[in-house]
Each structure stands twice: as structure tokens, then as C-alpha cells.
């Protein structure tokens, strides 16, 4: 094959794209000019980075803490049994795997756990933040950072066969802390639940439908509802939340503090003195129901359960962690705090 040829082959990559008369040259032109930042490179993550990279998007940072196991080849779609069998990083194996997809594309793999620090810095090139997280602390960082920098995000969870996504714009829209406790919100940790491949692509192709919107410059046709189903029940809900916009929103209302940017609110680790033991105190307020916890680590079937009414203690391999009902956790057996973080965030979310 001619170099010309192949050429003239690769500017075909995008024409069923461009067709599409929402999108065109025009749009598939900002899509190539556009920065998407995806936090986490599990189910979701892997996901929408594929669709993103092969849609052409100019620039994806993927953004992990964890390395491949066998239990995430069942739907973290970007994966293979070598990483696994290597257990490489995930923002690593993603990058390789999205590379070989679309050549193109500038693709960056970050292996780090995101918290202020690295968000603040990873938003800065970013015109929209993807959701690909389990747990609430992250969003909420997520949340306050779009909108003290004003950077729309679409917010994604999923478990079992239910999913859930909300496009957060910011100046328009409620943000997350308005929404919390006034709906009813889900898809925190898949690590400890069962969940189905379908219920993530459920999630992602509505969360990649509209970040394309977004970033090819067609907001109009944005969702602007709360969409959440369960694809083995067939039950598909889409809610009108505007409602739910506080003016005195700490996040997003007139005087916006950003409380969950503040070091004070931040997750807290401590190595405890002369113990094998970190404390990892979570950055909310929270009031745990310990028989649940109790009941859910049981049925994990991967270690010993104890609980009394003011703790749980959960023994698993060389650890031992305790959970309180304000949600602070004892991880015993280590001193090594992220370590500790990721065994707390496998069992507690
Ligand atoms: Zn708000």
C-alpha cells in the first residue's frame, strides 16, 4: 500500500461521523480541538475513553490508583489477561490499549490517587470532566472543582443492573451537593456488589452522548434530566432535578466556599504511633448503619466478620480493619497509608 493511499484511507476515519448532520466537519473539527480529563479506569472509565478515542476527541487524560485483576476483565473493556497477569496499573494498560486504538489522539495515563492536589492540577487543561469514579468523596472534589473553574462534568454510577448520570453545567444546572438528599443518588463501589457489563454501557453511552454534545458544540440537544434505569428490570426514570438548585448551595450558590476543596474536609490518614495501623477518616460527615455493613461484608465471603453495636471489625488475609459509625476506619497490619486507603475503598467505598 502507497503511503497516499493509506492516507487518503485514515481521512476516511471519521465520515460516518461527519454524516452525521448533528456533528459534521464542523463539529468533528472541535471534537479533535477538545480536552476531556476521565477520573478513574474501571468500568466506566475504560468505557468512555474507548468511545471518546475513537470518536476522535483531540486530548484524554485517564487518571487511576489501582492495577488490573482478573475480576475487572468481566467489563473494564480495555483490558486484557496480561495486564492482569502483570498487574499493571490500570491508567497504564489503558493508555497502551487507547494508543494502539487511535494513534492520533494524545493520550496520558495518570497512576495516582485524585485528590485536591492532582484534580487542581489535571483540570486545568481539561473542557470537561468525565465521572468515572466509585465513590462520593471524589465527585464531590469533582463537583467543587467544576465549578470553581467552570468546567462542565457528567457525573456517572453504577451497580448491579441499575445505573445512574447527570450532566453537571456549571452557572446552569443544580450541582452535586444540591442534589444530595434530595435524590435519591447511587453507584458507589462495584468492588463489593455484583454489577453486569450492560448496566456500565448503559451508563457510559449516555454519558459519551453527551460530552459529544458538549464538545461538538451542540448543548442544545443536551439531556438537561436526571436519567437513571435498571436494565434487568426495565425500568428507565428520567427526572427533572432544577428544582433543586439551592441559592445558598456552599458549592455552587451566590457565596460558593468550596467546602470539599478545603483541608480541613479532606479525607484524614494517620499512621498510628507504635501500632501496625493507619486511621483513614473520611472527609464527610457520616452516619453509618453498621448491621448493614456488617451484613454486606458477610456476604463478601472473604474473611471473618464481628461486629458490636459500636463497630464492625472485618479480618481479611494479613488485615484487620474496623469501621466506627462515624465512618472512620482502623486498618491494622499496615503502615503504608496508601495502602491502606485502597483496602478501605475496596470494602467501605
Ligand atoms: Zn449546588
Not at 483531540?58 to 467489563?75: C, F, K, M, P
Amino acid at each position: 500500500m502507497t503511503t497516499q493511499t493509506r492516507s487518503s484511507e485514515q481521512g476516511d476515519r471519521y465520515s460516518r461521523q461527519e454524516r452525521y448532520a448533528p456533528i459534521g466537519k464542523e463539529g468533528q473539527n472541535r471534537l479533535s480541538n477538545s480536552r476531556v480529563l476521565i477520573v478513574g479506569a474501571g468500568a466506566l472509565g475504560t468505557g468512555i475513553a474507548e468511545t471518546l478515542v475513537r470518536s476522535g476527541i483531540g486530548h484524554i487524560t485517564i487518571a487511576d490508583r489501582d492495577y488490573v485483576e482478573w475480576s475487572n476483565l468481566q467489563r473494564q473493556q480495555l483490558y486484557v489477561e496480561q495486564d492482569a497477569i502483570q498487574r499493571m496499573p490500570k491508567a497504564m494498560a489503558a493508555q497502551k490499549r487507547l494508543s494502539d486504538i487511535n494513534s492520533t489522539v494524545e493520550v496520558i495515563g495518570k497512576v495516582m490517587d485524585v485528590r485536591v492536589d492532582e484534580l487542581e492540577e489535571l483540570v486545568q487543561s481539561a473542557d470537561l470532566i468525565m465521572d468515572a469514579t466509585d465513590n462520593f468523596d471524589t465527585r464531590l472534589l469533582i463537583n467543587d472543582m467544576s465549578q470553581k473553574y467552570r468546567i462542565p462534568w457528567i457525573y456517572g454510577g453504577c451497580v448491579g443492573s441499575y445505573g445512574i448520570t447527570y450532566t453537571f453545567l456549571p452557572g446552569e444546572t443544580p450541582c452535586l451537593n444540591c442534589l444530595l438528599g434530595e435524590v435519591p443518588l447511587g453507584g458507589d463501589t462495584c468492588d463489593t456488589s455484583g454489577i453486569i457489563p450492560q448496566a456500565v454501557q448503559m451508563v457510559t453511552a449516555n454519558q459519551t452522548a453527551e460530552a459529544m454534545k458538549i464538545l461538538s458544540g451542540n448543548t442544545d440537544a443536551l439531556r438537561r434530566k436526571l436519567l437513571s434505569f435498571d436494565v434487568w428490570r426495565n425500568e428507565y426514570i428520567s427526572i427533572n432535578v432544577d428544582g433543586a438548585k439551592k441559592a445558598d448551595c456552599p458549592s455552587c450558590g451566590e457565596k460558593a466556599a468550596y467546602p470539599y476543596l478545603s483541608a480541613s474536609n479532606l479525607e484524614k490518614t494517620d499512621v498510628l504511633c507504635g501500632r501496625d495501623t493507619v486511621q483513614i477518616r473520611p472527609s464527610r460527615h457520616m452516619k453509618l448503619d453498621l448491621q448493614q455493613t456488617a451484613v454486606r461484608l458477610g456476604k463478601l465471603d472473604e474473611g471473618k466478620v464481628e461486629a458490636n453495636p459500636f463497630l464492625v471489625s472485618f479480618t481479611t488475609g494479613p488485615y484487620r480493619m474496623v469501621i466506627f459509625q462515624d465512618g472512620r476506619v482502623l486498618v491494622h497490619g499496615t503502615k503504608d497509608t496508601a495502602q491502606a486507603r485502597t483496602l478501605v475503598h475496596r470494602y467501605f467505598g
